[in-house]
């Protein structure tokens, strides 16, 4: 499982950042960065979550 990252839909509310730190980060902007693309079963729930919940859907899963 991969996760995709739209910067330019991000509108740096940080959802993604609190849900699940270790995946992503926020530049100085508020604009998402991923910290990894490949996600381990360990964070997976959490990512669906942050997923969810972010208000601009500029997060994606990709099943690879």
Do not use: N, Y
């Not at 740096?12 to 926020?26: A, K």
């Not at 508020?30 to 859907?57: D, K, M, Y």
Request: net charge negative; with cysteine; hydrophobic share 40%.
């Amino acid at each position: 499982m991969r996760i995709k990252a739209d910067t330019g839909a991000c509108v740096g509310s940080g959802q993604c950042v609190l849900t699940e730190p270790g995946v992503f980060d926020q530049d100085e902007e508020g604009i998402v960065v991923l910290l990894t693309e490949h996600l381990g079963e360990g964070v997976a729930a959490q990512v669906r979550s942050a997923v969810a919940l972010c208000p601009s859907r500029a997060l994606s899963i990709l099943h690879t």
